[in-house]
């Protein structure tokens, strides 16, 4: 990448004025069209001279952290934590990357506190 574009490091750079905000929540706006076009937000996490990595869906929580003490097995009262042993329980979701090009980004939005 050459700094003669805006991409790089330097002063007023678009990769140094990214890199100020990590993990923070931006907005990314593309040079593309249809649903990309509106956008990508989430919080920024990588940048570098290729791409910029946001976490755009947040995966969730374990359910029962500690294992053995959150269901029942067997005569225990609360079991050797293996009720839930190769079930989804109820998780539909494991959050989303999203890798944006630095040569697609237009601009981008963040807050100013």
Do not use: W
């Not at 100020?20 to 996490?45: D, H, K, M, N």
């Not at 995966?59 to 500690?66: D, E, H, N, V």
């Not at 042993?85 to 090009?101: A, L, V």
């Amino acid at each position: 990448m050459s700094c003669s574009y805006g991409y790089g490091y330097g002063y007023g750079g678009l990769l140094n004025q990214l890199s100020r905000y990590i993990g923070e929540t931006v907005t990314i706006f593309t040079a593309s069209g249809g649903q990309s076009g509106s956008g990508f937000t989430g919080v920024l996490i990588a940048v570098n001279p290729y791409f910029v990595t946001l976490v755009t869906g947040k995966g969730p929580a374990p359910s029962c952290p500690l294992g053995n003490s959150c269901s029942k097995y067997g005569n225990y009262p609360y079991g050797g934590g293996y009720e839930n042993y190769g079930k989804y329980d109820g998780i539909y979701t494991t959050g989303s990357i999203t890798n944006i090009p630095i040569y697609m980004i237009v601009s981008f939005s963040h807050n100013t506190l």
